[in-house]
């Protein structure tokens, strides 16, 4: 552009000169007759002419000129100004100037301008004008001064090319430039840039105050030598021939060491800059500092790994729903929980839904609609169905949570199966129930029994005050009979009751069944085989034996009764045993010890779930009316528990029943010894007040 000006400088001072020539022509020519000398000048003068005028031509189709006088005045200016600037040529004729003056440049300036010319010297700079519309444009302009012959200005000539393109080109870079400044120094972020023998060319304010040296210190150092720990110095500077050799954009992770020996982890986000020839020149590099986030990882994923540890101790499932995607997670105890390996759910809401109870679906159903909804934190309890068709009680807390505009965005929750309690809670009532029911009974039959020795007492004295012949006799011997069948009932309300007088032994179970075994076999009849499998070193027990002889054979009548319809097995089996904690948590009234088991199992019809639930209660009978008093179970109840034992069942209909009672194993005859003394009951009953 500084040429075209000058070019065009000359250009104007040519057209000025060829002009004062023409003058002078045709002042010669008004002089000299018509002569050869006047007719070379006609001629040279012409020729002058067409050289101006095709100068004047390609000027005006290219530049932007105009004519002013001494003031500033327009006098001149041609269709290109005009075309630019807005202004027809009549607009612009007899205008300052200032007119097309965009005001843009300073005082100072204006001044310097004009002292220039005004000397007489020629000025070269660029301008912003303003068109007619307001807007704006860039002339890169000459003004050349005409003088008088006293050196006096007559007119100035402005010829300029408009370079509004490379202005606003450079006025955009320069922004850029600014905004990359201000982005090294304000960016905390490390920014370094490297030649291709990996020394410092540039580096930013963040950069400097986190490795502890100046920008001035830094520049020109290796950069691999002073920031890197040396042990990786190595390994980096082959990473670093990598990223040259890869693409032009990588990103690596790198320790620094600051100037005062902390190490620092790095991601470096490196780009290659490149030069004409497509050679890697350097490097422009930058680093985030990873290190307090890694121990935010660290510690987070630490924290997590504790939760996890407490959740999956305490048997605790977790889930995560983003409900957006649907995608519905499950850890491997929730998994667990519905009776599926690890990995084998599916993670979808309708996989979640197959393995719930399908009456306990719409409900869940309905609390997750009212929770899209509203959002916050809600409780559910559902049966969960697995694979093999096992049912289990599933207690669940969850919380929704909204977007900004109210919407679901996600859910999560935590999961605990609640079987076992949900078991040792009926397990519990029931005892309650029992325990009130023994105390009722055990009144009822203490109180029945000082009436009915005095009833047998009365009976005993007439029967010996009647002669044998007479006929009453029968009458009150009935009356006996009687009184002595409700005399055995309320020893079985006491036994329930754990109010009978007994007499504790030392007893191996093995040799009381043993010694039963024949008693056994005439009571439950042909068609019923019974087995033994009995432990022959049995560790012993304290307990009455009649009781217990009491206990198995009402055990054994009953699974007679179970197998009436077409014979079985009886089996009876003694052993040791050890209940630990586990077993104790999950089966109420089981404390841990060692115990001596006592099993009795049938291949009868078996119980559904309602009379297992009643079995023990007294008065409670699935028997025909007359054909049992409901006392049987209960009395084995009583007696067990009043030993210290546990009794348990196990019945599945059409399979079969098998009681276990687990009596504590006595160590030594100390146990004896601490024991109440024996005292012999009366055979109708005591007398108590």
Not at 16 to 30: M, V, Y
Not at 44 to 50: D, G
Not at 413 to 420: A, H, N
Not at 660 to 686: N, Q
Request: proline share 3%.
């Amino acid at each position: 552009s500084v040429c075209a000006v000058e070019a065009g400088f000359f250009q104007a001072a040519e057209i000025a000169l060829l002009g004062e020539a023409a003058e002078d022509l045709s002042f010669a020519l008004d002089n000299i007759a018509l002569s050869a000398e006047r007719e070379r000048a006609e001629r040279r003068a012409r020729e002058y002419s067409r050289e101006a005028t095709d100068l004047l031509h390609a000027i005006n189709q290219h530049s932007l000129v105009a004519l002013t006088d001494a003031n500033g005045i327009i006098t001149f200016a041609n269709d290109k100004l005009s075309s630019r600037s807005q202004y027809s040529t009549t607009e612009l004729i007899g205008q300052d100037h200032r007119l097309i003056n965009s005001r843009y440049h300073s005082a100072a300036f204006m001044r310097d301008l004009w002292a220039t010319i005004k000397r007489g010297e020629v000025w070269q700079g660029e301008i912003r004008n303003t068109a007619k519309d307001g807007t704006h444009y860039w002339v890169d302009t000459t003004i050349v001064p005409f003088l008088n012959g006293d050196g006096s200005v007559r007119q100035y000539m402005e010829i300029g090319a408009e370079i509004t393109e490379r202005k606003e080109a450079e006025f955009a870079l320069r922004i850029e430039r600014d905004r990359a400044q201000q982005y090294l120094d304000t960016a905390e972020v490390i920014l370094l840039a490297l030649d291709i023998t990996g020394s410092i060319t540039l580096v930013n304010r963040y950069a400097c105050a986190m490795l502890g040296w100046s920008a001035e210190e830094l520049i020109g150092r290796d950069f691999i030598e002073t920031c890197v720990p040396p042990k990786i110095r190595d390994a980096t500077r082959r990473r670093l021939a990598e990223v040259h050799a890869g693409s032009d954009s990588s990103v690596v992770l790198n320790p620094i060491i600051t100037r005062s020996g902390e190490e620092r982890l790095i991601e470096w986000r490196n780009t290659l800059l490149r030069d004409s020839d497509g050679v890697v020149a350097s490097t422009f590099s930058s680093g985030s500092d990873l290190t307090e986030r890694n121990e935010a990882i660290e510690a987070l994923r630490a924290a997590e790994e504790r939760m996890r540890f407490a959740l999956e101790s305490a048997n605790v499932g977790i889930w995560d729903m983003d409900i957006t995607t649907g995608l519905l997670r499950w850890s491997d105890v929730m998994e667990a929980q519905y009776g599926l390996q690890a990995g084998g759910f599916p993670g979808t809401l309708e996989a979640f839904g197959e393995r719930v109870h399908p009456q306990d679906w719409g409900q869940f159903v309905t609390t997750m609609d009212r929770m899209m909804r509203t959002g916050g934190d809600f409780t559910q309890q559902h049966r969960a169905l697995w694979p093999d068709g096992t049912i289990r009680v599933l207690s669940g807390a969850g919380r929704v949570v909204l977007g900004e505009d109210g919407t679901p965005v996600r859910a999560v929750g935590i999961s605990l199966d609640i079987t076992e309690q949900r078991v040792l809670e009926a397990q519990f009532q029931q005892a309650q129930k029992m325990e009130a029911v023994g105390r009722l009974a055990g009144g009822v039959a203490h109180d029945f029994n000082n009436l009915l020795t005095v009833m047998l007492g009365f009976c005993e004295l007439l029967l010996n005050d009647m002669p044998p012949t007479d006929h009453r006799r029968a009458d009150l011997e009935e009356i006996q009979k009687a009184g002595v069948s409700a005399a055995a009932l309320t020893r079985q309300l006491l036994a329930f009751s754990r109010k009978q007088i007994t007499s504790p032994t030392l007893l191996n179970l093995s040799e009381v069944v043993s010694d039963i075994h024949g008693m056994i076999e005439r009571l439950i009849g042909e068609d019923i085989n019974v087995l033994l499998r009995l432990q022959a070193d049995l560790g012993p027990v304290m307990a009455d034996r009649a009781q217990l002889e009491q206990v198995i054979m009402n055990l054994t009548v009953n699974a007679r009764d179970a197998m009436s319809a077409g014979g079985g097995a009886l089996t009876i089996e003694t052993r040791d045993v050890d209940l630990d904690e586990h077993y104790a948590k999950t089966h109420f009234g089981a404390t841990p010890g060692s115990y001596v088991l006592l099993s009795v199992s049938d291949t009868g019809s078996g119980m559904t779930a309602e009379t297992q639930s009643r079995l023990f209660e007294p008065f409670f009978t699935t028997k025909d009316v007359g054909k049992g008093t409901g006392l049987g179970m209960a009395t084995v109840h009583g007696i067990v528990t009043s030993c210290g034992g546990y009794i348990n069942v196990y019945s599945e209909l059409g399979v079969g029943t098998s009681f276990k009672i687990y009596l504590p194993r006595a160590h030594d005859t100390g146990e004896m010894r601490s024991a109440s003394p024996p005292m012999v009951e009366h055979p109708t009953g005591t007398l108590s007040v």
